[in-house]
C-alpha cells in the first residue's frame, strides 16, 4: 500500500521546480491561490483540496510540511494524531481555532501551536485560514543554530 500524496490529476501542477544537489525550489504561487492545489493517496481514497505537501515534491528528509487553505465555516474531517511526528501549525491568515484533546486554541495570522504526537487534533475555519503545518519526529532534533550551523568566511 502506498500512502504517500501526490498531485491529483485535477491539481494546478508546479510549474517552476528545480532540484539541484543541495538545494530543491518550488513557486507555489501566492498562498491564497493554495486552493488550486489538490492532493490525494489512492491506497488511501483521500483526497485533500487546497493542500500541498511538500515533502516528496522537495525531496525533504528530516520534514514534512503542508501549505494549507480551508474556507470560512469549513473544519476538518476527521480528527487525528500522530505515532511520532509532532506538529508546528503556523497560521498566515485567517482565524479560526484548533483543538487539542479538547481544549480550542484560537487561532489567527501569527498564531504557532506545537501539538506533541499524541494530542488529538482537530481545526475549524471561522474566516478563510492558510497554515503551514511542520512535521517533524519528536526529540529528533539534536543540534540547532549556532550548535549545528557552519560559519564560513
Ligand atoms: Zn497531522
Not at 500500500?1 to 543541495?22: G, Q
Not at 470560512?72 to 501549525?89: I, M, Q, R, T, V
Request: negative net charge; proline residues 3%.
Amino acid at each position: 500500500m502506498d500512502l504517500s500524496f501526490k498531485l491529483s490529476d485535477n491539481s494546478k501542477k508546479l510549474e517552476k521546480l528545480v532540484l539541484d544537489t543541495n538545494a530543491s525550489f518550488a513557486d507555489i504561487g501566492s498562498f491564497d491561490a493554495i486552493s488550486s492545489y489538490e492532493m490525494e493517496c489512492k491506497d488511501a481514497k483521500l483526497t485533500c483540496p487546497s493542500k500541498l505537501f511538500l515533502k516528496d515534491i522537495l525531496g525533504l528528509t528530516g520534514c514534512e510540511i503542508s501549505v494549507n487553505k480551508m474556507t470560512a465555516g469549513s473544519k476538518a474531517p476527521f480528527a487525528h494524531k500522530h505515532k511520532e511526528n509532532e506538529e508546528l501549525w503556523i497560521v498566515l491568515k485567517g482565524t479560526g481555532s484548533i483543538g487539542v484533546d479538547g481544549k480550542e486554541y484560537p487561532v489567527k495570522e501569527g498564531s504557532f501551536l506545537k501539538i506533541s504526537p499524541d494530542g488529538v487534533r482537530t481545526i475549524s475555519a471561522t474566516t478563510d485560514l492558510e497554515f503551514l503545518c511542520i512535521q517533524t519526529k519528536a526529540g529528533s532534533l539534536n543540534e540547532s543554530t549556532l550548535t549545528d550551523g557552519v560559519i564560513l568566511q
